[in-house]
């Protein structure tokens, strides 16, 4: 169970039925990259996923949910984005190593950077400096050993 705030919880059934719940991120709102969804919701059956490339977005304070935008790639892009909130921007990495940040506007994904080593299944962390860094997941070469960083000032 995720605790926002005091008067606001959420459990996986109560957000999004079907979202497997492993990428948000929290600023004064929830944003949920919904890179894997189930075909049947029901916690005993899981027989088929599907990749989508769907942002939803829970407003903590109004109490209610949006759709932001859908971010870019193939439908394999959509399976387990890595994504980080720093200094209120959102910024997420998809499975071909492209670093996206959503607009000031929070209507469309800008392409930031891009790391040296694509994976997926991964954790895109702060320095709370002033770098992103992907760590974990896995790529076509196998267990990601290396940690990517990307710098936030150099852009």
């Known amino acids: 169970m995720l605790s926002l705030q005091s008067a606001h919880y959420f459990d996986r059934e109560s957000l999004l039925p079907g979202i497997v719940l492993h990428h948000f991120q929290t600023l ?44 870019p790639g193939t439908r394999i892009m959509g399976f387990s984005p890595a994504a980080c909130s720093v200094d209120g921007k959102l910024y997420l990495n998809v499975s071909d190593g492209v670093v996206y940040r959503l607009s000031e506007a929070g209507d469309k994904w800008e392409k930031f950077s891009t790391i040296e080593n694509p994976r997926m299944v991964h954790r895109l962390v702060s320095d709370r400096k002033d770098r992103l860094l992907a760590v974990g997941g896995t790529s076509r070469k196998g267990n990601a050993k290396l940690i990517d960083v990307v710098s936030l000032t150099a852009q």
């Open 28 to 71: 004064d709102k929830v944003f949920i990259p919904n890179g894997v969804r189930l075909s049947d919701p029901r916690p005993d059956v899981c027989d088929d996923t599907e990749a989508h490339h769907t942002l939803d977005i829970y407003d903590v304070a109004k109490d209610s949910w949006s759709k932001g935008p859908d971010f």
